[in-house]
């Protein structure tokens, strides 16, 4: 995988700075493309992860919404991180930070559910005792 995973950059890098040379209005296309290619390569192995986990969810008893907010935050800051990258690589880092910023917002805001589930064991094991 990981192999495959190198060839395809390796492959993009090239493809892109001969772009950048010859027509360089393409070459942010050719880097978009080149990260989905990768992207699409790498899901089969994501969508084994995210069922290993569920597994391990379903064994431990922990509520499955809290799971998903979970799945939903690494998501969140993994497409923020990609996209704010490929807008560095268009030269807009002005952008790049405000996607940036946007997605720290977006993840802060989703994890009051998660911190307000943990409120509310802390408070049921300080009820127990």
Known sequence: MIFKL?????????????????????AVFATIVTGGVMVILLLSTLQDVILSFDKIVKKSGVDEGIFTAVLKIIGIGYLTEYSSSIANDAGCGSIASKLQFGGKLTIFAMSISIVSALIDVVTELVNMV
């Open 6 to 26: 190198i060839s395809i950059a390796l492959i993009g890098v090239v493809v892109v700075l001969l772009l950048k040379s010859t027509k360089p209005e393409f």
